[in-house]
């Protein structure tokens, strides 16, 4: 646990290179440079759950992104076996309750040819307030201390976390991603809504039908079916 760090992806990635093994975890109390997907910042005020997992599976490089997948339904169910939140997943890594963002997920990996390792940075809005983030945020996102009205414990929060990550990672290595997609799937915000998805090549608009093992997004749009790997997804409906 360290007090304030600029990032615990970085700093994890740091120690990954420097060849920490599989388990190690970085947490922090507040994250000066906090790192979102697609090259954002992310807010990370004191008071909420800022933590990172260094994994390093031994499956091809291509089966990285489905560990996204499994960590989101790890978080969801956690948040609801610990609090006993109603949370739901918003592709491609969000976790919300009550349609706003609790929680972000940004995984990064490095291959060589073979996997190296995948590092799982989990950021979970605890106990501040919505006064504590940039203005901008506070319509799209939520705190567990807003909608419970008192702060929770979060080293337990975080050890259900890690206890859920913990049988979802064996599984995974045992079974796939099979059983995490089904569960993915109905745990979803996401699919059968109308959606606009910024991808870097252009906006694909329509509804979200599936997702693949990859974690990415099939989308009706009037032209065809349309798979995105990656993207910024707003919910229209
Ligand atoms: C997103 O939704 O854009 C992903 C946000 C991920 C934030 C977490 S907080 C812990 C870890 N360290 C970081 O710098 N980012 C992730």
């Known amino acids: 646990m360290v007090e304030v760090l600029e ?11 420097a060849g920490e093994p599989e388990g190690t975890v970085v947490v922090a109390e507040e994250q000066r440079a906090g790192r979102g997907r697609l090259g954002r910042g992310w807010a990370s005020p004191r008071g909420g759950l800022w933590f990172s997992v260094l994994l390093r599976p031994e499956v091809p490089p291509a089966e990285a992104p489905s560990l996204t997948l499994m960590a989101g339904v790890a978080v969801a169910q956690a948040l609801k076996a610990q609090l006993g939140l109603d949370a739901r ?14 929680c972000g997920l940004l995984a990064e990996s490095r291959s060589d040819g073979r996997l190296e390792y995948v590092i799982l940075g989990i950021g979970i809005n605890a106990n501040f307030l919505l006064s504590a983030l940039p203005e901008e945020l506070r319509r ?29 990672y064996k599984a995974f ?8 997609l089904e569960r993915w799937r109905e745990l979803s915000e996401t699919l059968d809504r109308a959606v606009r998805v910024e ?31 990656s993207g910024d997804c707003v919910h229209l409906d």
């Open 89 to 102: 997943l918003k592709w491609p890594n969000d976790v919300l309750v009550r349609g706003k963002k609790l």
């Open 173 to 180: 290595r045992d079974g796939g991603i099979a059983p995490f």
């Open 140 to 168: 799209t996102a939520i705190t567990v201390r807003e909608i419970l009205q008192r702060p929770v414990d979060r080293l337990a929060l975080m050890r259900a976390i890690i206890k859920e990550l913990d049988a979802g």
């Open 7 to 17: 990032s615990t992806n970085s700093v994890l990635k740091e120690m990954a290179e």
């Open 199 to 229: 991808t870097a090549t252009g906006i694909v608009q329509g509804v979200a039908e599936d997702i693949d093992a990859t974690g990415a997004l099939r989308v009706r749009t009037p032209n065809g079916p349309v798979t995105v790997g």
